[in-house]
């Protein structure tokens, strides 16, 4: 078999190191900067690059490292595992995503232990299963944000071959897969890459340090590398999307980003499969031109997540003010309505929290609701709390209700995070493994740090390294079973199934959501065609105004009457009711 690899870093000469023998490879003349050699090899034979006399280094686009990021790479033989379902595929439109971290989805923290449970999902009514990232990283256990080997996948979640079985058994229950990629930065423990060429730069400088290179000499490369590495997750597994980590942290100042470039090659490859493929970035620039498509001028990307939609929930569940949530404090129900019908609260509008304007608008005459992604917790959003702790920990059930009845029935593509719909009371902490004693104290310190300047006490942050932080991390399913988690389950596939049977609830035009509200009184109201959906936060009952003619219950958290002949419903203190009518 032919190895090769891009390493115009090495002046004179780069040699394979495979199953214990080296042997010289010489330079490509076609390619600037690959080198090549041919050799006889097998599945599982252990291989490296040594560049001018240099340690032997793992291969940058190998497709399994069995002993971590630090080892040598092993040859995967026939490829990764055809897959054995037939699978239309599942666009976006319509969908119902749900957030997954294998490490923690099951004790076991395996992709083999994660499927056995994808029934749940499926009986849920769930379309999409949302992977977090599966690149290696040092170490066991880890959020998979500090990946390496962009084309491999974690050995302890069980490698390649377990993911093509994940990705079968979800296809075969109906759940298309989407993986969270991370292209913005790498490691830093286990990231050989700048050995080989300058797959970073100091052109520009990122939260991470250097940022990868899409934009100044050798970048052609670089970018051939990311897109390589996205195309292969959705041909070479199957997988029917991708979530890009962070987009506004690729520095890229090229006339065509890297972005648009990988937005149409992953057009193309859908319409090469007869699948529908989708990308879906997390953006904190609050600029419609992230999924606006590129005959338009945008850069093409399918959706987005939507935080400011994020934020207000939050706000409004919660009273919390810290932070970038005290931008949606003032009139919490004022900006969820806001993000139900124009998507960002901040579209031209002034940021206290940044000190300056921020975002602009969503023409919503032209942009399908579903581009927008709604939710009420997310790994981040979660997993950055100094105690991981979810929105279950302080809030009632009835108040869990009603945030699953604003994402469920929103315009938006709602996702929920795992174990969000029975309310789990498990926490889900920050946490890693990382083998190098300095960098692990170094997070270890820095994260206690960083909340001690808002108050938190240094024994109060779970320690990041703890193998208990990550096993408190884990789902309990025994909470399922048992109240108020069944009654809160029971409630969310309702809402779920309800969004299947009414069009309504899946309608993509912005511009036909209706909302009002009453901040004082505490609930808000909005319509959605023939549907209303109403949500009382405060814990009293409230007259709510909804005028038209009758109108009958469709779904709804506690005993609730059709309102009386004036349009007024009687709605009990922290519930939640869909309507049909008027």
């Excluded at 990629?181 to 100091?202: E, I, M």
């Amino acid at each position: 078999m032919q190895f090769e690899v891009w390493a115009p870093k090495a002046g004179e000469q780069v040699v394979l190191r495979l199953d214990g023998e080296d042997l010289p490879m010489r330079r490509d003349p076609a390619r600037d900067g690959w080198w090549t050699v041919e050799a006889r090899a097998g599945a599982g034979s252990r291989y490296g690059f040594a560049l001018d006399g240099g340690p032997v280094l793992p291969d940058p686009r190998s497709r399994r490292q069995p002993d971590g990021p630090d080892g040598l790479s092993a040859v995967l033989g026939t490829g990764v595992p055809e897959p054995r379902v037939a699978w239309p595929g599942r666009p976006l439109a319509g969908a119902v995503l749900y957030e997954l971290h294998v490490g923690t989805y099951t004790v076991e923290g395996t992709l083999d232990a994660a499927a056995a449970q994808l029934p749940e999902l499926a009986e849920l009514g769930i379309t999409h299963v949302e992977l977090m990232p599966l690149c290696p990283f040092p170490g066991t256990n880890g959020w998979g944000y500090e990946g390496v080997s962009l084309w491999a996948v974690h050995e302890p979640y069980g490698g390649p071959e377990a993911l093509a079985r994940f990705v079968d058994a979800a296809h075969a229950l109906g759940l298309g897969v989407v993986l969270d990629v991370v292209h913005n930065h790498l490691g830093p423990s286990g990231n050989h890459l700048p050995a080989f060429g300058p797959y970073f730069t100091d052109t520009h400088h990122t939260p991470w340090g250097a940022a990868v290179n899409l934009d100044a000499p050798g970048s052609d490369e670089v970018r051939a590398f990311l897109l390589g590495s996205a195309l292969a997750w959705l041909r070479d597994f199957g997988l029917d999307g991708l979530r890009l980590d962070a987009v506004h942290a690729l520095a890229d100042t090229r006339a065509l980003t890297f972005l648009e470039e990988l937005s149409a090659e992953v057009d193309l490859l859908a319409a090469e499969t007869g699948r529908p493929l989708f990308l879906i970035a997390e953006s904190d620039l609050g600029d419609p031109r992230t999924t606006t498509p590129r005959p338009a001028g945008g850069l093409g990307l399918h959706a987005q997540w939507n935080d400011d939609f994020h934020h207000a929930l939050h706000t409004a569940l919660t009273g919390e003010s810290q932070g970038y949530y005290g931008d949606f404090a003032r009139e919490p129900l004022a900006a969820l309505a806001k993000t139900l019908t124009r998507v960002f609260f901040h579209d031209g509008t002034y940021s206290t929290f940044r000190g300056r304007t921020h975002g602009r608008p969503v023409d919503r005459a032209r942009t399908p609701a579903y581009r927008f992604l709604g939710y009420a917790q997310t790994h981040d959003q979660v997993g950055n709390r100094a105690r991981g702790d979810r929105l279950s920990a302080e809030l009632s059930p009835g108040l869990l209700a009603c945030a699953a009845a604003l994402v469920l029935t929103g315009p938006h593509t709602p996702m929920l995070f795992m174990g969000e719909e029975w309310g789990a009371r498990t926490p889900w902490q920050f946490f890693t493994d990382h083998t190098d004693p300095e960098l692990a104290e170094a997070v270890r310190s820095g994260r206690r740090r960083e909340f001690a300047a808002h108050g938190w006490a240094a024994e109060d942050i779970p320690d990041p390294q703890s193998p208990a932080t990550r096993d408190r991390s884990c789902l309990d399913r025994s909470e399922r079973g048992r109240e108020p988690h069944a009654r809160l389950l029971a409630w969310y596939r309702e809402l779920i199934a309800l969004r299947a049977a009414e069009p309504d609830l899946t309608d993509p035009d912005l511009s036909a959501v209706a909302v009002a509200h009453d901040e004082a009184e505490r609930w808000l109201a909005f319509r959605r065609g023939d549907l209303s959906v109403v949500v009382n936060l405060s814990d009293a009952p409230r007259d709510i105004p909804l005028g038209g003619g009758p109108r009958r219950v469709l779904a709804a958290w506690a005993e609730v009457r059709p309102p009386d002949e004036a349009g007024v419903l009687r709605l009990p203190g922290e519930c939640a009711v869909v309507l049909a009518g008027a």
